[in-house]
């Protein structure tokens, strides 16, 4: 393998290739190289009026919803569809950005910049850099000690400076993806195979698992795990279901969090990998399952991309989380017989709570709370309009696992069914003047990290499996479990055996019952 260094836009990138193949690479950098010089040539007389509208924009969605702009939130935003989004668009949106750009983007307009010989400009520069910098200690010494210790123990405040933090965000975001290692993707348990319960199994004993994946579940606003209202009737009814109380998201936006639940890296090293990885379904699926994701949002962040996969479609645009079981008979039917044979998996990924429209989530004769914020400007509503449209989505989510449950038993004589719910990330609701989600992580609130997981087996699969729902709802009720645990604890309850499974990861594994011969 080997090794070339380039520079592309005053930035400099070291990349690999295969042997004989560095001049090649070095003949592409240069004229990528060129085109971005030429670019901003060709540019540069409007990149003033292009910073003021970035600033614009940034300052808007940080003084609304209380977020900070940094590359994991860019990159929820880039991968969210037009249906998402179009939520956040409400008129203080370009009044806003109207008010902030306008004077500054006038007074450029009457008064443009003067473009130097590159001499002039260089001692120009230097000046201001003087300038600022004298500016800068001068105000970090009136504060010095204050200062010091907030920004040691709090880096992440960088992302409020406005408008760099976008710059520097969308510069990360571009240097990830010219990275080659970034887009090869390393193959996960090559060794996968399954295990003795599947041993001599007849079609009917197939074992056939629903993976529910949440959108944006408050674990304190589920009535399940504690919370004064009744947002989860049905399943609070319900004897033959487990809920996690104190289980902790792997990030704070299903862009970083749906990558990380589903690898097998855990938390700590996903953020650390140099690379890509396959995820939990390449495992299942090269052990020998069926794999089927289905889903209603802006698409699975690469997760699902080598398993059959499908989106919903509603006439309307907007889907309520119900369509989720539409036709899902069907939908697995057409998977491939030998592998439906040996066992099924089903992804559900919900719509489940996202925001800012939360009133968007619940069908109108089911909503219990009102009344409720039915703007996307959550700013303009009392705090509590905004917890009822938000509880009434969580009421939508019951209904969903219950009629999920319901639909499983049905299966009882085809199949050995189970059913686990995980959500990616946690929610703020105006409390501190934070809404929405995404900050870094390590400021973040615990609203925006805990999440609810909650499992239901069949009898047949807790016979199957050897693991019992009395035993779980003992063990997880309070343990603290995070998503590092996902990855692990599928495959223990599914029985595939690989290399890569970590039994002390896997949340099912201290209520397994030896077998004896």
């Keep these: 393998m080997a090794e070339v260094s380039l520079t592309i836009g005053g930035r400099a990138y070291r990349l690999a290739c ?37 600033a614009a924009f940034g300052a808007y969605f940080m003084l609304a919803y209380g977020i900070v702009i940094d590359a994991s939130m860019l ?24 008010a902030l750009s306008a004077p500054p983007l006038l007074w450029l307009q009457r008064r443009p910049l003067q473009r130097l010989s590159a001499l002039r400009q260089l001692g120009h520069n230097a000046l201001v850099l003087v300038l600022a910098l ?30 760099l933090n976008s710059v520097y965000a969308l510069g990360d975001i571009a240097a990830h993806r010219l990275n080659p290692e970034n887009h090869t993707l390393q193959p996960v348990g090559r060794d996968a195979q399954l295990g003795t319960s599947y041993a001599g199994q007849s079609a009917a004993q197939a ?27 049905l399943l609070s009814a319900r004897t033959d279901i487990a809920s996690a109380r104190n289980a902790w998201s792997c990030g704070t936006s299903t862009a970083a969090s749906l990558p990380c639940m589903f690898s ?39 997760v699902c991309d080598r398993v059959e996969h499908t989106s919903t479609q509603c006439p309307s645009g907007e889907c309520l989380d119900s369509v989720l079981l539409k036709d899902l008979d069907e939908r697995i039917a057409a998977l ?85 719910y995980v959500a990616d990330h946690g929610e703020s609701l105006g409390e501190n003047n934070l809404y929405l989600h995404g900050l870094p992580y390590a400021i973040a609130p615990d609203v925006q990290k805990q999440v609810p997981w909650i499992t239901w087996l069949s ?59």
């Excluded at 200690?137 to 409020?160: C, E, K, P």
């Design 264 to 302: 097998h890296l855990g938390k700590s090293k996903f953020e650390r990998r140099s690379g890509n990885y396959e995820s939990l379904l390449d495992v299942l699926q090269r052990a020998g399952l069926a794999v089927l994701w289905v889903d209603t949002q802006s698409g699975c962040k690469g």
């Design 75 to 98: 990159t929820n935003a880039l991968q969210t569809d037009f249906r998402e989004s179009r939520d956040l668009l409400n008129w203080r949106l370009p009044v806003t950005v109207l």
């Design 18 to 54: 295969r042997d004989g193949e560095e001049a090649d690479l070095r003949a592409a950098g240069g004229l990528l190289e060129s085109r971005v010089a030429s670019l901003m040539q060709a540019h540069g007389a409007v990149a003033e009026p292009r910073l003021l509208l970035m």
């Design 134 to 163: 004298a500016t800068i200690v001068a105000s970090v010494l009136l504060v010095f000690q204050d200062f010091s210790s907030t920004m040691r123990n709090h880096t992440q405040l960088r992302y409020l400076i406005n408008p």
């Design 336 to 420: 491939p017989a030998e592998r439906r044979a040996r066992g099924t998996v089903v992804v559900l990924h919900q719509m489940g709570s996202h925001g800012p429209a939360y009133y968007k989530r619940s069908a109108p004769e089911a909503k219990q709370f009102l009344p409720e914020c039915r703007s996307s400007a959550l700013q303009e509503c009392a705090q509590q309009h905004i917890v009822n449209a938000y509880d009434n989505s969580i009421v939508a989510t019951d209904a969903l696992l219950d009629s999920t449950i319901n639909w499983l038993q049905t299966q009882s004589n085809q199949a050995q069914a189970a059913m686990v």
């Design 459 to 517: 009898p047949a699969l807790q016979t199957r499996s050897s693991i019992s729902t009395a035993c779980l709802q003992r063990n997880l009720k309070e343990r603290h479990i995070t998503h590092d645990a996902y990855f692990h604890s599928v495959l223990g309850l599914l029985d595939v055996r690989s290399s890569v499974y970590q039994p002390e990861l896997d949340i099912y594994a201290s209520c397994r019952q030896p077998t004896h011969s």
């Design 207 to 233: 074992p056939l698992l629903v993976l529910v994946l949440g959108e944006t579940g408050r674990s304190g606003n589920f009535g399940l795990n504690g919370y004064t209202r009744a947002t989860t009737p």
